[in-house]
């Protein structure tokens, strides 16, 4: 079977930066992404890694590393917008699972 | 213009009816997704149609339905609904279906069976 680990909530301060991490089970594994979602809101598309190493995109970056199946997503200069929950997500065999999100709360 | 769109926003029903949610996508895609979030934000796939033909059927009770007229909608049928129906539904869209793809969700249909 899939499985997806991911804390469930961090917690941290504007302008820090944060480290949400993602740790995986799962056959035929093709890549890891990245999603944010917003309270009442619908999941949007952040990041994909589908090789080891850093991905970068303006204040978020994502790392994986497949021999340990883990990846992570890191939050820098962290903003009061940041407040969402982050999930991480693994596609196999036309199948995507999600894992269970993390609630990140920033505050002032 | 909205790229996913679902009707309606908010589904208050009774258990045993039957209702419909609907989905379009003007993103030209070729496959798009229904999706269930739980009360504990537990995101977890129902069906994945590509080009209007079913490629992805995770165990879901067979009272859900999907049907797609055409490639640009994916509609939800839901007959003889039960309280544990109550969740978020989501569609979903992405230009084929891969990890590389980045999927586009609509704004979500609330759904409380009473």
């Known amino acids: 079977g899939q499985s997806l680990e991911q804390p469930s909530e961090v917690t941290a301060v504007e302008g820090a930066i944060v480290q949400i991490n993602c740790t995986y089970q799962?056959?035929?594994?093709?890549?890891l992404s990245w999603y944010q979602q917003h309270d009442g809101g619908a999941p949007t598309f952040l990041s994909y890694n589908g090789l080891d190493g850093l991905e970068e995109t303006g204040r978020f970056s994502s790392f994986l590393s497949r021999s340990d199946s883990y990846g992570y997503l890191l939050l820098q200069e962290l903003q009061m917008k940041d407040s969402a929950s982050y999930f991480c997500?693994?596609?196999?065999?036309?199948?995507?699972?999600f894992g269970s999100g993390t609630k990140l709360n920033v505050k002032p | 213009d909205t790229a996913v769109s679902q009707t309606p926003k908010y589904l208050v029903t009774q258990m045993g009816n039957d209702k419909s949610i609907k989905c379009e996508q003007n993103l030209g895609h070729d496959t798009m997704y229904w999706y269930k979030q739980d009360s504990k934000k537990f995101l977890k796939i129902m069906f994945s149609y590509n080009n209007k033909e079913l490629i992805i059927n995770e165990t879901v009770p067979n009272r859900f339905s999907p049907k797609s007229p055409d490639k640009a909608h994916l509609n939800l049928h839901i007959n003889s609904l039960e309280l544990g129906d109550s969740a978020v539904y989501f569609c979903?869209?992405?230009?084929?279906?891969?990890?590389?793809?980045?999927?586009?969700f609509g704004p979500g249909t609330r759904l409380l069976v009473l």
């Open positions: 997500a693994v596609y196999n065999f036309n199948k995507f699972y």
């Open positions: 979903a869209s992405s230009q084929e279906a891969s990890i590389q793809e980045t999927q586009y």
């Open positions: 799962t056959s035929g594994f093709y890549g």
